[in-house]
């Protein structure tokens, strides 16, 4: 079965310092990896999606993650954090081979972000 | 364009109340999804309609009843809610595939509250 575990449920910076959220994944295939975004009382919006093509994925608003299939991580990074991205993060792991729509989330991570 | 639409933004309902949810999407896609998510926790998967057909149901009450009338509207028809309904209800979208790992796009939800 697919599970994914993310390590910290609140993570806090300073602006401008640099961003790590991480992400564990528990899978028997070659999973699809995906992170969201939620700001508050809003729907959830894709930061980036890993789908095998290339290890180091980079996504919008300056994120990137990196999939390492040896430390089963998919972990997040920004090098410079903006009060803009204080919102909760959600890792996903798409079911592979599962029914039509079967993602598993995440708990999530909330980002604080300090002046 | 990966707009995902959702009406009402907010909805306040009595427990005898009938009212509906909407959600529209003009990407093509032909998957589509309600999600209800609790404060402080991730979504969680209520309906899947594939081709306009209801192709998984999460033991989910009668009291909530999905329509896809066609591939670009999701209805969710409220009936007789209780208070522990209120939450945030998220409307996604996603091509079809085999795998079932296609990327799901949200919508912003409906806040409903059940007094």
């Known amino acids: 079965a697919q599970s994914v575990t993310q390590l910290d449920s609140h993570v806090s910076v300073s602006e401008g310092t640099p961003v790590l959220l991480r992400c564990n994944y528990s899978s028997s295939y070659s999973p699809s990896l995906f992170w969201y975004v939620q700001h508050p009382n809003k729907g959830l919006q894709l930061l980036l999606k890993?789908?095998?093509?290339?290890?180091l994925v980079k996504g919008i608003n300056g994120f990137e993650a990196e999939f390492k299939k040896s430390e089963t991580s998919f972990h997040l990074t920004k090098p410079s954090a903006h009060m803009s991205d204080a919102a909760e993060y959600f890792c996903?792991?798409?079911?592979?081979?599962?029914?039509?729509?079967?993602?598993?989330f995440g708990k999530g991570t909330k980002l604080s972000v300090k002046p | 364009d990966t707009e995902v639409t959702q009406t009402p933004k907010h909805l306040v309902m009595g427990m005898t109340n009938k009212k509906s949810l909407k959600c529209e999407q003009h990407m093509g896609h032909r998957a589509m999804y309600w999600y209800k998510q609790k404060a402080k926790k991730p979504p969680e998967l209520m309906f899947v309609y594939s081709y306009e057909k209801l192709s998984i149901n999460e033991s989910v009450p009668s009291r909530f009843s999905p329509e896809c009338p066609n591939s670009s509207l999701l209805n969710l028809h409220l009936h007789a809610l209780q208070p522990e309904d209120s939450a945030l209800y998220l409307c996604?979208?996603?091509?079809?595939?085999?795998?079932?790992?296609?990327?799901?796009?949200f919508g912003p939800g409906t806040r409903l509250t059940v007094l």
């Open positions: 890993y789908t095998s093509a290339a290890t």
């Open positions: 996903v792991v798409s079911d592979y081979g599962g029914s039509q729509g079967n993602l598993i």
């Open positions: 996604a979208s996603s091509q079809v595939s085999s795998r079932g790992t296609d990327t799901q796009y």
